[in-house]
């Protein structure tokens, strides 16, 4: 597990008893590629791809210079093959000087992986679920003997939860209910820390159940049922909750 201070998403390292599967890639490449030379002396074993659980550029740009494959759901090989050049150029430009390294990436070497398919590490399965939810892509990860779920954006732990245009609220609480038949130990979210237990399902859920609210409510103007919940005032970047509900209002 790679954490970052600053908001960035995680990247999970799943060591096999043959070879070793990447969940995520962060946004940079240069940054991805230091977590691969991470991984060579650790194991000696191949990596055999880079597993990427939605198409959004934090999760998934910083591969797109590797020659790995890249194992997605066909929804997310979809949007990331059809990105137009102006989003790209849009996003480089509002990183500034760090946004250079994101000039010339390539949208290929994809590799599909259907809802409840997996990957055999040696010893040590991954299965995927395409759940949908924080987009519709949004795939998680699962590491079946150890009880660890790369939940990805879908999941709430130290960070507040980015609702994007494509988010669909309802669909998320749904998919985090699909969680709930596995077997966890670690909860390993896209962005922030990891927790032991499944605490933060139920969490989750009642993170998704307040921002359907204040959405509610502010589309009806009832500006006095606007206050955050103490359960979620420790989160951290509560900018996004308000650019989100921004969003889905309008
Ligand atoms: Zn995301």
Request: charged letters at 25%; aromatic letters at 8%; proline letters at 4%.
């Amino acid at each position: 597990m790679v954490e970052n201070e600053e908001g960035g998403s995680n990247v999970g390292i799943v060591v096999g008893k043959d070879s070793i599967l990447i969940v995520d890639s962060t946004l940079f490449p240069s940054k991805f590629q230091q977590i691969l030379d991470f991984c060579n002396p650790l194991a000696r074993k191949p990596v055999i791809g880079v597993f990427l659980t939605h198409y959004h550029p934090d999760h998934s740009f910083g591969a797109m210079k590797s020659p790995l494959e890249k194992l997605v759901n066909e929804n997310t090989q979809r949007v990331l093959e059809s990105l137009p050049e102006s989003y790209l150029k849009d996003l480089r430009s509002r990183l500034g000087s760090s946004g250079r390294e994101l000039s010339g990436l390539a949208f290929e070497r994809f590799i599909k992986i259907k809802d409840g398919s997996s990957v055999d590490l040696g010893s040590r399965t991954v299965r995927f679920f395409h759940l949908g939810g924080h987009t519709p892509d949004l795939t998680v990860a699962y590491v079946e003997d150890a009880g660890v779920l790369f939940a990805s954006d879908l999941l709430i732990t130290t960070v507040h939860a980015e609702i994007v245009e494509d988010s669909d609220l309802n669909a998320w609480t749904e998919a985090v209910e699909r969680l709930y038949d596995l077997h966890i130990d670690h909860l390993v979210p896209g962005h922030g820390i990891s927790v032991k237990g499944t605490e933060n399902l139920l969490f989750t859920k009642r993170y998704l159940e307040f921002a359907m609210s204040m959405i509610e409510s502010l589309y009806h103007s009832d500006m006095k049922r606007l206050d955050l919940p103490s359960e979620f005032q420790q989160l951290r970047f509560p900018e996004l909750l308000a650019e989100g509900v921004v969003r889905k209002l309008g």
